[in-house]
């Protein structure tokens, strides 16, 4: 073994053996002398640059990134390079800092991607003997529950069936507005426009997957689904600091109790919803009557799940579905609210698709180009997820000049690479134009934003929290002029396993009717 690491490091015949199958990919794209060159340069992990585990440490702690790991990614990058390793407890990471690099980690990804293997959350599920869903699944067992869940969440013909129950979440989001404005003397300030927007987009989330409404935009929240809600968010805020524990120390840990007993009430309520709706296609079918429903309907009458399988998929698709609309559409309507000259762009780009009363569909947003450049400027500067990660389960591979092992955790550092101006000028800036067909100056590497992820192992609600997004933010600007807080306070983001604001964003919404009569 010795042996063979003092001949990877040197580069030589033998190091060229080991690592042709996972150069080939890379290489092949190359001329014979460049190939060859490069074949040369290639060198092991163990050479890899970056701050030890006591380093990271003090970067976490003393100089308080633990919460702006985001911000840490562009620090380390401007000392490290677009490739370094980092050692957090009993994790090794390779964190990836250029859209180049990206896409060479994922173009090699293999035939079952795995994001990471979640310890944390697959302990659960071991604990509990609940099945693995669409995030914890590994492998064959992954693809399979993917090729059952995929086609309702993805094909677009499908997915735009949810428009009605998501305009309807929409309208009772828009009166609730309405209810907070004339709580507050002046009538127009609405206070943690991300709280109320996470309530929202639960709201939705939960009228798509299990065909319910929750109760989350009523004036008197219901306190189960307030506790849901709860849940959701303390297991968000537990994930990353369990990590930094090796697995066996977990049930010695404080936390890790109230952890397993959020996981036991999300497990909990949507066992209710699951069992509810069984009962009412049982009731359809005694009395003879056809079976009519969406997401959970369909999951549940192919017969391709079992109801403990269903329960752990639905679960996990909750999650993933909650922040990416709440975050992004609060981010959006504080730069709307800053730069009005935006904002009445997309106002008139509404109007003139959908005049007057008229609800935005489907075939209406497909003409809105205006409004989906604001939301993909918003998750390039705030994206949902700023790091995303994979490991290398099946082989080696090769990222820049060096060759990684299998079970290598690769972090992808989107944050860093959203704010790189090789790829994006005036990276601060907010410039949905960037994202407009024809503006050549704005070109920019196709892996310089990718906020839900890409290939096989691509976030599965994409388009659903996309028609949420589309929805809710024309339909906000049908009926309300945004502007900022009159205290002009700024709001930044943090990082709790995923990119939130760090304090809460309150917002004018004036009547544009009222405006309009002035």
Request: glycine residues 6%.
């Amino acid at each position: 073994m010795m042996f063979f690491k003092l001949f990877l490091r040197s580069g030589s015949q033998v190091c060229r053996l080991q690592c042709e199958p996972a150069l080939r990919s890379v290489l092949s794209r190359r001329s014979p002398a460049s190939s060859s060159a490069a074949l040369s340069k290639i060198k092991s992990m163990d050479e890899l640059q970056g701050p030890s585990f006591m380093t990271s440490l003090y970067w976490l702690f003393v100089k308080g990134y633990f919460n702006k790991t985001h911000q840490m990614q562009i620090e380390h990058t401007k000392i490290y390079g677009p490739l370094w390793k980092s050692k957090y407890g009993p994790l090794v990471v390779v964190n990836v800092a250029s859209a180049e690099l990206i896409e060479q980690v994922l173009r090699q990804e293999g035939k079952h991607p795995i994001r990471s293997d979640m310890p944390h959350w697959r302990g659960y599920r071991e604990l509990r003997k609940q099945a693995y869903g669409p995030l914890t699944g590994l492998g064959a067992e992954w693809q399979c529950i993917r090729s059952v869940l995929n086609p309702r969440m993805l094909k677009p013909k499908h997915v735009s069936t949810f428009s009605p129950a998501i305009n309807q979440v929409v309208t009772d989001f828009i009166q609730r507005v309405q209810w907070l404005r004339e709580k507050q003397e002046g009538g127009v300030m609405v206070h943690d426009v991300a709280g109320e927007l996470y309530k929202f987009a639960f709201e939705g989330i939960c009228s798509v997957l299990f065909e319910t409404r929750m109760g989350c935009l009523n004036e008197h929240i219901p306190e189960e689904t307030q506790k849901f809600i709860d849940s959701v968010g303390e297991m968000f805020r537990l994930s990353p600091i369990l990590v930094l524990f090796p697995q066996f120390l977990w049930p010695y840990l404080p936390f890790w109790k109230h952890f397993v007993a959020v996981w036991d009430h999300l497990f909990k309520v949507a066992q209710k919803l699951i069992d509810n709706k069984v009962i009412e296609i049982q009731e359809k079918v005694n009395k003879g009557e056809p079976i009519e429903g969406e997401y959970l309907t369909h999951l549940l009458v192919s017969d391709k799940m079992s109801i403990t399988q269903i329960l752990g998929s639905i679960t996990e698709l909750l999650l993933a579905g909650v922040d990416t609309t709440s975050n992004t559409i609060s981010w959006a309507l504080y730069h709307l609210a800053r730069e009005p000259e935006i904002q009445e762009k997309l106002h008139r780009e509404v109007d003139s698709v959908c005049p007057g009363d008229k609800i935005p569909t489907s075939e209406d947003i497909a003409k809105m180009v205006w409004l989906k450049a604001i939301v993909r400027e918003t998750l390039r500067l705030y994206p949902v997820v700023p790091g995303n990660a994979r490991v290398t389960a099946e082989k080696e591979i090769v990222v820049g000049d060096y060759i990684f092992p299998k079970k290598t955790l690769f972090h992808l550092c989107h944050y860093a690479v959203s704010y790189d101006e090789c790829n994006f000028p005036e990276p601060q800036t907010f410039l949905p134009q960037r994202w407009l067909r024809g503006e050549e100056r704005f070109k920019q590497h196709p892996f310089s934003s990718v906020p839900f992820g890409f290939g096989i192992r691509a976030c599965l609600g994409k388009r659903v929290a996309e028609l949420e997004m589309y929805c809710i933010l024309s339909r906000l600007m049908k009926h309300f002029e945004v502007r900022p807080d009159p205290s002009g306070k700024t709001v930044k983001p943090i990082t709790r396993t995923l990119l939130v604001p760090g304090t809460p964003i309150s917002l004018q919404f004036r009547d544009r009717r009222l405006k309009q009569s002035e």
